[in-house]
T-cell receptor, first 113, second 116 residues
Framework: AQKVTQAQTEISVVEKEDVTLDCVYETRDTTYYLFWYKQPPSGELVFLIRRNSFDEQNEISGRYSWNFQKSTSSFNFTITASQVVDSAVYFCALSEAGTALIFGKGTTLSVSS | DTAVSQTPKYLVTQMGNDKSIKCEQNLGHDTMYWYKQDSKKFLKIMFSYNNKELIINETVPNRFSPKSPDKAHLNLHINSLELGDSAVYFC???????????????FGEGSRLTVL
């Protein structure tokens, strides 16, 4: 069973639009961690955020914000006023006890000017 | 000074050959990993080592053999390369003391392997 689902394969927006990337996860553990990583066209993987299962506070970092909702097993990522430099593949990931990071299949975001 | 470095960055080889990818981290982390990213960008864990000991070994063909001479190095050797092995291989490290990722994974820049 897929543990991390990113239903949006590709999203295209125009600069300055807001965009939300969805992530739904599945786990039976009560303690787990959720992550978002960014992979720009250059190929490296860049850490964006980590959340543990006991901290449902939403987080904002500049134009980025994250909405963690245990009730719906979702950890969505919103980019406000998107820019061309935000174009990348974004991965949501889950960490459970005894496992390495399990990644979703990624969402490719294209921001055009 | 690169935190997690992999060599080579690009590798083109023929089917049937044996090749190695090296990885070194200077972060003092205890745990290192190999991930494979296929042509559809799917990232999948292959191996995880904690302090030179293998702790995660996903369903990977026996042709793939990781080797960790010390906790700062995790090399990946691949025997009898096949077309399907073409992918980008990422090395990573983390501070975690066990197999559970509670913290950030630091990734290398990836090694793109092309098998002809």
């Amino acid at each position: 069973a897929q543990k991390v689902t990113q239903a949006q394969t590709e999203i295209s927006v125009v600069e300055k639009e807001d965009v939300t990337l969805d992530c739904v996860y599945e786990t039976r553990d009560t303690t787990y961690y959720l992550f978002w990583y960014k992979q720009p066209p250059s190929g490296e993987l860049v850490f964006l955020i980590r959340r543990n299962s006991f901290d449902e506070q939403n987080e904002i970092s500049g134009r980025y914000s994250w909405n963690f909702q245990k009730s719906t097993s979702s950890f969505n990522f919103t980019i406000t006023a998107s820019q061309v430099v935000d174009s990348a593949v974004y991965f949501c990931a889950l960490s459970e006890a005894g496992t390495a990071l399990i990644f979703g299949k990624g969402t490719t975001l294209s921001v055009s000017s | 000074d690169t935190a997690v470095s992999q060599t080579p960055k690009y590798l083109v080889t023929q089917m049937g050959n044996d090749k190695s990818i090296k990885c070194e981290q200077n972060l003092g982390h205890d745990t290192m990993y190999w991930y494979k990213q296929d042509s559809k960008k799917f990232l999948k864990i292959m191996f995880s080592y904690n302090n030179k000991e293998l702790i995660i070994n996903e369903t990977v063909p026996n042709r793939f053999s990781p080797k960790s001479p010390d906790k700062a190095h995790l090399n990946l050797h691949i025997n009898s390369l096949e077309l399907g092995d073409s992918a980008v291989y990422f090395c990573a490290s983390s501070q975690d003391s066990n197999s559970w990722n509670t913290g950030e994974l630091f990734f290398g820049e990836g090694s793109r392997l092309t098998v002809l």
